[in-house]
């Protein structure tokens, strides 16, 4: 068996040390935390099984990301089978999105993009498969990826219990009989997908409780970032590990789009300024500090927005006190 551990690395670098044990042990990726600089308790204890490696993944929780700049790097024909043991994650690969809870398990294609979202601390019990193992049987590959297969009952219970038995109590075989242990797996997988294709329906693709999530993220750190220029959708999906089109399906349900509501909140902050007396500085200026570049854009959009120029705006409001102090929404001329 081998492991890793941060257990003796000092706090403030758990976290970089564990980048490089995942793409160490895995594959190349692209792991995020939120949590900078704190501490990161984190271990992997990998064995092999025929053509199979079997990990036990203990962390806390983070994002990982396979994009195409990984795959580039590291091309890889491999499946990774994951067993949610502990906590909860999401699976995103294409335009299919999961939640993973303990008992099930999900599988992802490492030659295509993926992340996996752990919200909390989290126990994993990972497989890596050589694709020739496990897809030819399946009738359809690509209904395989990123679905919860397994539960609490039937064939998809045996299965999980059956994974979660091979790093528990001893070594694994090797030679034929461990050769045979990997067929018999990929069987018990093929046969979970089958079950869940014949009668149950797949999740929605879009959870709500991660929609809710995913959308407060994002507008906090829109709030957070509106004097950037560099601040668009693309820039946004990429830091959040999803893609451009799964960000505009998650502002859909929200009656806008990701671009609509950066604009709006830009468009709010130039108002606010523009009503405050003490604020002389020109309207290009103010445009400029909230991120927008195009100034004679600025004009045709705040006037679209508010019903006049934005230096109509400021000698109309400008004696009104400033906005930002008083709270109030920027109103509309007159």
Not at 191 to 201: L, M, N, P, T
Not at 217 to 223: G, P, Y
Not at 233 to 246: D, E, L, N, T
């Given at each position: 068996m081998k492991s890793w551990s941060t257990e003796a690395v000092a706090a403030p670098e758990q976290f970089a040390y564990w980048r490089e044990v995942v793409c160490e042990a895995f594959a190349a990726l692209d792991p995020r935390s939120a949590e900078r600089g704190a501490g990161f308790a984190s271990r992997v204890d990998m064995e092999g099984i025929g053509a199979i490696n079997v990990a036990r993944i203990r962390a806390e929780a983070h994002t990982v990301v396979r994009d195409f700049s990984q795959i580039r790097r590291d091309p890889q024909d491999r499946l990774f089978v994951n067993l949610q043991v502990a906590g909860q994650g999401i699976v995103r690969q294409g335009h299919r999105e999961t939640r993973v809870t303990p008992g099930?398990?999900?599988?992802?294609?490492?030659?295509?993009?993926?992340?996996?979202?752990?919200?909390?601390?989290?126990?994993?019990?990972?497989?890596?498969?050589?694709?020739?193992?496990?897809?030819?049987?399946?009738?359809?590959?690509?209904?395989?990826?990123?679905?919860?297969?397994?539960?609490?009952?039937?064939?998809?219970?045996?299965?999980?219990?059956?994974?979660?038995?091979?790093?528990?109590?001893?070594?694994?075989?090797?030679?034929?009989?461990?050769?045979?242990?990997?067929?018999?797996?990929?069987?018990?997988?093929?046969?979970?997908?089958?079950?869940?294709?014949?009668?149950?329906?797949?999740?929605?693709?879009?959870?709500?409780?991660?929609?809710?999530?995913?959308?407060?993220?994002?507008?906090?750190?829109?709030?957070?970032?509106?004097?950037?220029?560099?601040?668009?959708?693309?820039?946004?999906?990429?830091?959040?590990?999803?893609?451009?089109?799964?960000?505009?399906?998650?502002?859909?349900?929200?009656?806008?789009?990701?671009?609509?509501w950066i604009r709006a909140q830009r468009m709010a902050r130039c108002a606010q300024d523009l009503a405050n007396p003490a604020d002389r500085r020109p309207v290009s200026a103010i445009a400029l500090r909230w991120g927008f570049q195009d100034i004679p854009h600025f004009t045709r959009a705040f006037g679209a927005a508010f019903g006049c120029t934005p230096s109509a705006y400021r000698q109309r409001h400008g004696g009104n006190g400033r906005g930002d102090e008083s709270g109030a929404r920027p109103t509309r001329c007159e």
């Open positions: 099930a398990f999900s599988i992802v294609d490492t030659a295509r993009p993926y992340t996996l979202h752990f919200e909390q601390r989290f126990e994993v019990l990972s497989l890596r498969v050589p694709r020739e193992l496990l897809l030819p049987r399946v009738s359809e590959p690509r209904a395989l990826f990123a679905r919860a297969l397994g539960g609490p009952a039937g064939i998809g219970r045996a299965t999980s219990g059956f994974m979660q038995s091979l790093m528990e109590g001893g070594g694994l075989p090797a030679g034929p009989a461990a050769e045979r242990l990997a067929v018999l797996l990929c069987e018990l997988v093929a046969e979970s997908a089958r079950a869940v294709d014949a009668g149950v329906e797949p999740s929605p693709p879009m959870r709500d409780a991660h929609r809710q999530l995913l959308v407060r993220r994002v507008k906090a750190h829109v709030l957070e970032a509106l004097d950037s220029p560099e601040l668009d959708v693309p820039s946004i999906a990429r830091r959040f590990g999803v893609s451009v089109r799964y960000l505009h399906l998650a502002f859909a349900h929200e009656g806008s789009t990701p671009a609509a």
